[in-house]
């Protein structure tokens, strides 16, 4: 059912946290899986490592998602490296908190171009390599569709355009047999929001199963809807953060 065998993935992003724990599903269940990194450049490689552990290729490539011609080089990049691309995860992302009299212009810019800029580039550079079966799957949030605390308003705004471009690219490229979906990760246990961080009791007293989900839980999503049964799903999202949006 998750055979990914032959496939060629890219997850922008995947050097830790959310994107490390895709990157790992994928190559688990047979892909080739590329990676891109901003700095920890010694964390990337050694993804690289754990990938290939798996029997398959890796790569690691340094890209900066507020630079969208480093983001298409990425693209490609992966294309050069396996000569093909089936699966494309926009995952790269940023923390990015704060009431609106405190968010500075340059922020708004910096959110914007990682989590919804980027994502454009990237598929529209991805759909070239593309054939019928290939995935585009993007990494959004619960606090797209609900904002239950104070100052997650950009935050919010940069993962909501998320569900307007996956519908939109979903009718795009349906005639391709292309499938385009998004993941809404809830509160997820990663150094970007640790489970035992200063925010993490607000947090879980909106779950009502009580805890905050796992990288591994994300990833799962991801390898369902990248893998022969996401075949006939497309232009919709799957929420995984227990129940905080119920």
Known sequence: MFDLEGKAALVTGGGRGIGAAIALRLAELGADVAITYVSA?????????????????????????????????????????????????????????????????EDVDRVLSIHTRAVYVASQAAVRHMSSGGRIISIGSSLAERVPYPGMALYSMSKSALIGFTKGLARDLGDRGITVNLVHPGSTDTDMNPAD???????RALIPLGRYGAAADIADAVAFLAGRSGRHITGTAITVDGGSNA
Do not use: H
């Open 197 to 203: 961080g200063e925010s993490a009791e607000l947090e």
């Open 41 to 105: 450049k010694d964390r990337a490689e050694g993804m690289v490592e754990q990938i290939e552990g798996y029997g398959g290729r890796g790569v690691a490539i340094a890209a900066d998602n507020t630079d969208a011609a480093a983001v298409v080089a990425a693209v490609e990049r992966t294309t050069a490296e396996f000569g093909r691309l089936d699966i494309l995860v926009n995952n790269a992302g940023v923390a990015a908190e704060g009431v609106i009299d405190d968010v500075s212009l």
